[in-house]
C-alpha cells in the first residue's frame, strides 16, 4: 500500500478533500500537522504557504485538485473519476465549476466582511447566489446517491466539505470566518432533504 506525506492544517476544507479521497483509495497517509500561524515549512517543502500539500516520492504537489488527480493516478482503483470519457468530462466540469465560480461569492463574502465598512448590498448579492446554488444540489441527487451518480467519487470529494457545514454546522474549534459564511448563507430549510441526507451520507464515510 502506498504512503503519501501530507501537510495540512486543522478545519481545512481543501485537507479534507485529501482525507476522504486517500480513505476512498486505502492510502495510508503521514499527516504533517501545521501551525496556521507558522507556515515556514509548508514554505520550506512546496515554495507557497496553502494546504494541503502533498509529498511522494520526490514528488510535491499543492492544490488540492491537482493532489486529487495525482491520488488517482497513483491508486486506480477504486476511481474518483469515471471510467468513462464522457463520465471524466463531466466530473472535471463540476470539479471546475465548483472550484472557480461556485466558491466565488464566499470567498468575497469573507474579504468583504474583512473591511471597516462592508458594502451589505454586494454581499446581499453573493448570499442570493450561494442560496439559489442549492437547488441545483438537490437536483443532481434526484434518483441517485451521489452527485454525478451511483458511485461516490470526485466531485463528492469536491463539494462535500463546503456543503456539509450547513448541516454539521461549525466543528468546536473552528472559529474560520469562512466556515461561518457557509454555515450562514445556505439555508438548507426548507426544502432540500436529498442534499441534507447525501452530506449525512458522505461523513460517515472514513477518513485517512
Same mark, same amino acid.
Given at each position: 500500500?502506498?504512503? @503519501?506525506?501530507?501537510?495540512?492544517?486543522?478545519?481545512? &476544507?481543501?485537507?479534507?478533500?485529501?482525507?476522504?479521497?486517500?480513505?476512498?483509495?486505502?492510502? #495510508? @497517509?503521514?499527516?504533517?500537522?501545521?501551525? !496556521?500561524?507558522?507556515?515556514? #515549512?509548508?514554505?520550506?517543502?512546496s515554495?507557497?504557504?496553502?494546504?494541503?500539500?502533498? #509529498?511522494?516520492?520526490?514528488?510535491?504537489?499543492?492544490?488540492? /485538485?491537482?493532489?486529487?488527480?495525482? $491520488?488517482?493516478?497513483?491508486? !486506480?482503483?477504486p476511481?474518483? *473519476? /469515471? =471510467?468513462?470519457?464522457?463520465?471524466?468530462?463531466?466530473?472535471?466540469?463540476?470539479?471546475? *465549476?465548483?472550484?472557480?465560480? *461556485?466558491? %466565488? /461569492?464566499?470567498?468575497?463574502?469573507? &474579504?468583504?466582511?474583512?473591511?471597516?465598512?462592508?458594502?451589505?448590498? =454586494?454581499?446581499g448579492? *453573493?448570499?442570493?447566489?450561494?442560496a439559489?446554488?442549492?437547488a %441545483?444540489?438537490?437536483? $443532481?441527487?434526484?434518483?441517485?446517491?451521489?452527485?454525478l451518480?451511483?458511485?461516490?467519487?470526485?466531485?463528492?470529494? &469536491?463539494?462535500?466539505?463546503?456543503?456539509?457545514?450547513?448541516v454539521?454546522?461549525? !466543528?468546536?474549534?473552528d472559529? #474560520?470566518l469562512?466556515?461561518?459564511?457557509? @454555515?450562514?448563507?445556505l439555508?438548507?430549510?426548507?426544502?432540500? !432533504? =436529498?442534499?441534507?441526507?447525501?452530506?449525512?451520507?458522505?461523513?460517515?464515510?472514513?477518513?485517512?
Open positions: 500500500m502506498a504512503m @503519501v506525506r501530507v501537510y495540512r492544517i486543522p478545519f481545512s &476544507t481543501n485537507v479534507e478533500r485529501v482525507a476522504l479521497a486517500a480513505a476512498h483509495k486505502g492510502l #495510508e @497517509v503521514e499527516w504533517m500537522d501545521v501551525d !496556521p500561524s507558522d507556515r515556514a #515549512e509548508v514554505r520550506r517543502v515554495g507557497q504557504e496553502l494546504v494541503p500539500v502533498l #509529498e511522494h516520492e520526490g514528488q510535491v504537489l499543492h492544490d488540492s /485538485p491537482a493532489i486529487l488527480r495525482y $491520488l488517482d493516478e497513483l491508486q !486506480p482503483d476511481p474518483l *473519476w /469515471p =471510467r468513462d470519457e464522457r463520465g471524466r468530462a463531466e466530473a472535471d466540469i463540476f470539479v471546475d *465549476w465548483f472550484n472557480h465560480v *461556485w466558491k %466565488r /461569492p464566499p470567498n468575497m463574502i469573507a &474579504t468583504e466582511l474583512a473591511k471597516p465598512a462592508p458594502d451589505r448590498e =454586494r454581499i448579492r *453573493w448570499s442570493r447566489s450561494m439559489e446554488s442549492l %441545483r444540489f438537490e437536483g $443532481l441527487l434526484g434518483g441517485r446517491d451521489h452527485l451518480g451511483d458511485d461516490f467519487g470526485v466531485v463528492d470529494v &469536491t463539494a462535500f466539505p463546503f456543503l456539509k457545514y450547513p454539521l454546522g461549525l !466543528p468546536d474549534g472559529d #474560520e469562512f466556515h461561518r459564511i457557509l @454555515v450562514e448563507q439555508p438548507l430549510e426548507p426544502g432540500y !432533504p =436529498r442534499l441534507e441526507d447525501w452530506v449525512r451520507r458522505v461523513d460517515a464515510r472514513p477518513r485517512a
